[in-house]
Each structure stands twice: as structure tokens, then as C-alpha cells.
């Protein structure tokens, strides 16, 4: 995989990209073409775990776009790329998702606060995959991880996350206003300074899924709903 990186004029919102062959004796290839602009701090990004395939992210107008391998989030070692920003202390982060590519029943993207980018860190995450499933999973120890699955979520939803000290709250809503909690609050005694942000993996180590998500905010709690 190779990137090319251009600047169109100020007024422009798409360029054109060609491929060439040096003769008709060569074969010219373009395809899986992922155009974005970089992400601007405090926003960055990268893999969790070194993966066959390296991860790329950035941003198209409003969106969050994120290009990942990886096997997965949740077990005993997250597998996943991570768009992601420092965080201390108490916050929420909401996100609107608005579609991931269907590579697997596994292929997900969401919402994620995480004390390091080690794979097997205490962490907590609320994604959505194509096989129309909410998984709200949570690592209270360096190990094996807990998974509460809502089944027939038929669309992209909006999910949030909130921690109140050591307490993690999931939610979710179909249209940014009506909010409800997905499982149950969960204790996990992570340290204060954390990584928060939006994790994304194809199911598949071998295989590039694409994901995007709006709407991304990180700021102070909010209210809890029952």
C-alpha cells in the first residue's frame, strides 16, 4: 500500500487521479482509493497491535474516516486502529456512526476510552457492526474482556460513553436526543490519564474495511438516563 498526498485549490472539493502503464507491456493498477484530510490535534491515530495491513485515518468535511484491519476488539488483546486523543479524568465522547463496511460479522467502529494503545490495557468501548449489533465491552484487568451484545440495531446509531470516576456508562439513540444505557454501569479501575476516541477493525487481519462516523464530541459527563 502507498499514499499520496495533494492540495487541490481552496475552492475545490475533488480532484481526479490517474494511473499510467510505461507501455502496453505493463499493467497500470488504481483501486481502494481512501481520500481524506489529516487529522488536526489534539485528534491522532494509529494501530493497536501490529497488524499486517497498517490503518490509516482522516477527516472529510465533518466525518471521521478511518480505513483498519484488525481481528478484533475484545477478547484478551484488542486488534483495531485508533483515532484517538488524551484525556484525564471524567468526560463523555458521543459519535454518530454512519456506516461501516461489511468485510465481516466482526467489522465494527464506535466509541472507546482506553488507558494506553497496549492491546490488553484496561479499557471500555461501545461499537456497532454490520451484522446490526450493539457490543458495549469492557476490560477491567489486563486479560480477557466482557461483552454485553444488543441485537437488532438495524441502522447506524449514535453511541456515547461517559466515565464518572472508575465507573463506565454506555448509551445509545437513534437520533441524537432519545438516549438509553446499553447494559449495565461497569467498574473498571482505570487510571485517570486515558486515551479516548473511536476504534475501528475489519474482522479480518487481512482485509481493509472503511468506517465513518459525525457528530464526534468529547467534553465534561452528562446526565445519566436509565
Not at 34 to 44: E, T
Request: overall charge neutral; glycine content about 8%; hydrophobic content about 35%.
Amino acid at each position: 500500500k502507498g499514499s499520496v498526498n495533494f492540495t487541490t485549490g481552496s475552492s475545490n472539493t475533488s480532484a481526479t487521479i490517474f494511473a499510467y502503464r510505461a507501455s502496453s507491456s505493463q499493467t497500470a493498477y488504481a483501486d481502494s482509493f481512501f481520500l481524506s484530510q489529516p487529522l488536526v490535534a489534539p485528534w491522532g491515530s494509529q494501530d493497536v497491535t501490529d497488524l499486517p495491513l497498517d490503518g490509516t485515518a482522516g477527516r472529510l468535511g465533518d466525518k471521521f474516516v478511518v480505513q483498519s484491519s484488525g481481528a478484533g476488539i475484545g477478547g484478551t488483546s484488542d486488534k483495531m486502529h485508533f483515532i484517538s486523543q488524551f484525556f484525564t479524568g471524567d468526560t463523555t465522547i458521543t459519535a454518530r456512526i454512519l456506516g461501516v463496511d461489511h468485510t465481516s460479522l466482526t467489522a465494527c467502529t464506535g466509541v472507546m476510552i482506553r488507558e494506553t494503545n497496549s492491546s490488553s490495557v484496561r479499557s471500555a468501548s461501545l461499537t456497532w457492526s454490520p451484522r446490526q449489533t450493539l457490543d458495549f465491552t469492557h476490560r477491567s484487568v489486563s486479560g480477557p474482556s466482557t461483552t454485553t451484545t444488543i441485537p437488532d440495531v438495524l441502522t447506524p446509531p449514535w453511541v456515547r460513553l461517559t466515565r464518572r470516576g472508575n465507573m463506565f456508562t454506555a448509551y445509545s439513540s437513534p437520533d441524537g436526543i432519545a438516549w438509553s444505557r446499553v447494559g449495565t454501569p461497569q467498574t473498571i479501575p482505570m487510571t485517570a490519564a486515558t486515551q479516548i476516541g473511536i476504534p475501528a477493525c475489519s474482522g479480518n487481519a487481512d482485509i481493509l474495511t472503511e468506517s465513518a462516523l459525525d457528530s464526534v464530541t468529547v467534553g465534561a459527563p452528562i446526565p445519566d438516563v436509565l
